[in-house]
């Protein structure tokens, strides 16, 4: 998102009780990304709507301010489909999550990117980037310490926060020097410290997006 606060590339977001979540299919979402990535330097920040997120900021006036600055992909599970559907008044929309996105987004991307992946536990973060680069090593993964004083060029950074307050403060701290795409993972990344195999699915049909079969493999 820009200064004005308009988005450089319009995916033409709904509006759920004024937060502006995307109702997409995977393709487009992905080529969304792909898009906003594109345009370096134009600030957006992109986050998951879940069931818990959602009724927080029903309650948080702070939390709710600072959703309503990001591009909202919708998440969760049913009861977020059933509030979705209930408040639009039509068919819950395609739901993703952190741990099939990020991963998707990866594979789908063939050009090679710098990513930064941030957070406040240094430890974690530093297993994440394994797993990420063994996901898809023609990225550069990198880790941004908490507090950095200089952030080194980025294309894009994943933000891992366990809490909504961790993930304010990371906010703040990347908007004064990071000026590209800010993916907000929330804590949706922990099964990738459990050295479990995660699955992309769809949750329609339980596999990937047909576009990305193949790709990379």
């Known amino acids: 998102m820009n200064a004005s606060g308009e988005f450089q590339i319009s995916p033409r977001p709904g509006n759920l009780l004024g937060l502006q979540v995307c109702d997409l299919g995977w ?8 898009g906003i990535v594109s345009l370096r330097g ?4 992109l986050a ?4 818990r997120s959602f009724l927080r900021q029903l309650i948080d ?10 591009l909202m992909l919708p998440s969760g599970g049913r009861v977020f489909g ?17 741990t099939t996105f990020l991963p998707a987004l990866l594979t789908f991307l063939e050009k090679s990117y710098r990513i930064g992946i941030a957070g406040e536990d240094i430890a974690r973060l530093r297993v994440l ?41 990371i906010a703040r701290w990347l ?7 800010t993916i907000f993972a929330g804590a ?3 099964d990738f410290l459990k050295n479990k195999p995660v699955r992309d699915r769809r949750r329609s049909s339980g596999l990937l997006p047909q576009s990305l079969i193949g790709i990379r493999s």
């Open 175 to 181: 908007a004064a020097g990071h000026a590209g795409l």
């Open 82 to 98: 059933m509030l979705a559907s209930g408040i639009c008044e039509r068919s819950a929309p395609e739901r993703f999550s952190a």
């Open 61 to 70: 006036p702070a939390y709710r301010s600072e959703l309503g600055h990001r």
């Open 48 to 51: 998951f709507l879940d069931g």
């Open 129 to 169: 980037r394994e797993h990420f680069a063994r996901h898809a090593p023609w990225h550069e993964i990198i880790v941004v310490s908490p507090g950095q004083e200089v952030l080194p060029a980025l294309d894009f950074i994943i933000v891992d926060a366990a809490t909504a307050a961790q993930e304010i403060r």
């Open 27 to 34: 393709d487009a979402a992905l080529s969304l990304v792909e």
């Open 42 to 45: 134009n600030r957006t920040a």
């Open 188 to 190: 949706g990344l922990t």
